[in-house]
């Protein structure tokens, strides 16, 4: 913590301007306009304001503060200790700082332990899937969103991508466990720590000498590209394991939403932004994630990366050609081609004729299948690469940045 910080010295040669929002020279993504109704959301209500302007005003000024006053490596050491949500805060915090993460570990008064208790009984039942599906769907989808992408390579973290997957994973592990939610559990903690990270580049990465060459926005991670992140992890969950046809009870379904709309709020999203149903999340999603997927240098350096996570680990089974395969089976041809995933002529087929008999199998809506291998095999796939994506998540620390990525 005692590097010299290039945030200082970049500092020094340019102060931001005063409307700090303003675009600044670069290729315009597509960017429909909001349309989408607050009256869908968990609110039910708001001012309709398109999220793309729109970032943390409480964490944001807060954070910008702890860096100018050259408070993060304490606030961080701190924060080390700090894991469960029940515990309380450690002494010695800046006092604006606690009376932030006082209120911001507050749940909303609309969570429902009721909900998040099927939510567990769900995660548990689906978690060799959901594993699977955060790191080849949503993990790897992440990859293909220009904003995020880029935003995650210029920053401190992308100089480490591993490191990075790791406490992203983090996120999908905690949110999924018994008490997730509960004083015993780990997810607030995780956001709040998250919301002060992003908070941090929101200041930091403006004044990454690489930042105006590629950025849409002068000021990064807007509540709009938060909501498009969001959707790339449960909305597409979700609409994977229905195309599979993974039976999913209406009760489940609505409960493992309920507990990525309270991370969603508790990341710092504004409730009129949350979706309340699957029907307007899919709706948001159309509307926000679908027109902004696109290549980026930065993003399939880091596809490359997730797609080599497996190499030193695997007994084979997990090298970066099954991976491929099942990434180009998750997302498609155009994706997989963007990321320049070669075709696979043993996996790529057998990934299209025995996906849908294998989950039907595995579900009890088939008879075990007269030939087993395919079966085995992606049973042991699903298996190692749950394991590989979730295991990336346990002894993590997310820290404040104080830097953007050296060089
Ligand atoms: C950091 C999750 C949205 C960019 C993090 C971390 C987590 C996380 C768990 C902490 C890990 C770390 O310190 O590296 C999420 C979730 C999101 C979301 C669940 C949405 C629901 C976004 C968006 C962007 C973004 C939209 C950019 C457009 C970053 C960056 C870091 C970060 C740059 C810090 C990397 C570093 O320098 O260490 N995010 N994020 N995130 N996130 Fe997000």
Known sequence: M???????ILKAG??????GALSVAAPAYAQVPWTWSAKGSVAGTGAGTDPRWVWDEEADPLVASLLDRGDVPMVNQLLRTWTKNGQPLPAGLPADLRDFMERARQLP????????ATAFRFNEKRGLYLGVLYGLASGMMSTVIPKEARAVYYSQGGADMKDRISKTAKL?????????????GE???TCVKTRLVHAAVRHLLPQSPHWPEVAEEEIPISQRDMMVTWHSLPTTVMQKLTAWKVPIPAGESEAFLHSWQLAAHMLGIKDEYIPAS???ANAQAKQVLDPVLAPTAEGNKLADILLNLGSPVDAGILSKPILGAFTRFMLGDQIAGWLKIPREPIWDPLLKVAWGPFIAVREGLLPFPLAPEAYWLFDEFLRKAALLFLSEARPIK???PETNRPS
């Not at 005692?2 to 200082?8: G, I, K, L």
Request: charged fraction near 25%; aromatic fraction near 10%; hydrophobic fraction near 35%.
């Open 398 to 400: 997310i820290e404040i």
């Open 278 to 280: 699957w029907a307007e």
């Open 172 to 184: 999908g592990y905690d949110v999924g466990t018994r008490n997730a939610y509960q004083p015993d």
């Open 187 to 189: 997810m607030i903690v």
């Open 14 to 19: 340019g102060a931001l301007g005063a409307l």
């Open 109 to 116: 008064t609309w969570a429902d332990q009721g909900k998040l």
């Open 2 to 8: 005692d590097r010299p910080s290039r945030r200082n």
